[in-house]
């Protein structure tokens, strides 16, 4: 039997580190690349210094779609993790089967109504209560180039229109190098197409074609334009690229065997992992035509309704971490992203990060700013699924016409 003494001394310990309510976490998540890791490992940190119990539960697979087939499964089952990386119009997706718990408790106390930018706060809510905390705010839109590769090929600075572009991947090829490095699965073509979307038919087009699904704009000449670009881009692809992992393409700008790559700012989260220097090593440059526009993701985590009280109190820190400046300094650092928490110092982030932040003020101001449907931000995920897949055909197969592609596309988005 345990003595009174022995009690006392135990009390205290709790007391003292605050741990009478820890609890387990088991998170759902996709962040397997390095950057990715360094990042998440923030997360488990502090967690683990509040006396929880980190349990990782990482489902490998860029953008999430292997992740999100197995958290359905485990729902169903009745048996969901604490968390799991949910973002845009899924968590409302989520919310209407009634399994999300409610944050407001934790976003009160913390005042994220008044840290965070409307539009973002309002997709974290379900009728008007928060089932989700937000994490960063990705740019989409970047082109990321190996500053020797450019060199050695006589390009002087990254391409800021598509022709400009052609031109110097055309330099690069007649230098033997891999002028685009591409990873062909259907959320990296689409990351690539939604750039010429927005590079060739501007913010607006974007918006009707990509965010409104409308007809008119789908079908419209812009749009043979945009698979024509698409088209063209393939050409400069290796024939090693179908089924490539992202950070893998990511990898072949950083050793300087590919120029190019079109990916979102978790690829500098990979730069910065192998210790390169954005200016210097690299560059990062809005994809060409895009300089006055901005395709967002923002990651962020819902949580799961759950019976034990450890739990919850586990779930309550876990969504204030999230949201607490020091977490958001330090996971954005190394995620390539930038705070979503208004009003952060921004001193020890990068040029191109300080660039971001600057892009997303202006072109929230200017309608330049736009939600990236490759990483869920726009449409239902139905419709993004059957989008996806015409946009990966027409890639894959050179045989299907450019007009035969803008039919299947738009045939695609009329999916509810
Ligand atoms: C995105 C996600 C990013 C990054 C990327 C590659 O959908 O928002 O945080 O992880 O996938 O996995």
Known sequence: MLKLSQLATALAVVVATGTAMAGEVEVLHWWTSGGEAKSVAELKKIMEG??????????????????MTVLKSRVVAGNPPAAAQIKGPAIQEWAREGVLANLDATAKAEKWDSLLPKGVADVMKYKGNYVAAPVNVHRVNWMWANAEVLKKAGV?????????????????????????????????????????????????????AMVKLDQKALTSATMTKVLETFRKIKTYTDPASPGRDWNLATAMVIDGRAAFQFMGDWAKGEFTAAKKMPGKDYLCAAAPGTGNAYTFNVDSFAMFKLKDAGAQKAQADLAAAIMGPQFQEVFNLNKGSIPVRLNMDMAKFDDCAKMSSKDFVATSKNGGLVPSVAHGM????AAEGAI????????????????????????AAATK
């Open 50 to 67: 509040k006396g929880h119990t980190w349990k990782d539960f990482a489902v490998a697979g860029g953008g999430g779609d292997a992740a």
């Open 378 to 381: 726009a449409v239902s995920p």
């Open 156 to 208: 002087a600075g990254a391409p800021k229109t598509w022709d400009e572009f052609f031109a110097a991947a055309d330099k690069v090829k007649a230098a033997g190098l891999i002028a685009v490095a591409h990873g062909g699965q259907n959320w990296q073509d689409f990351t690539t197409f939604e750039d010429v979307v927005l590079g060739v038919g501007g913010a607006r087009f974007y918006e009707d």
């Open 388 to 411: 996806k897949d015409a946009v990966s055909q027409f890639w894959n197969d050179d045989k299907i016409s450019v007009a035969d592609g803008v039919k299947n596309i738009a045939k």
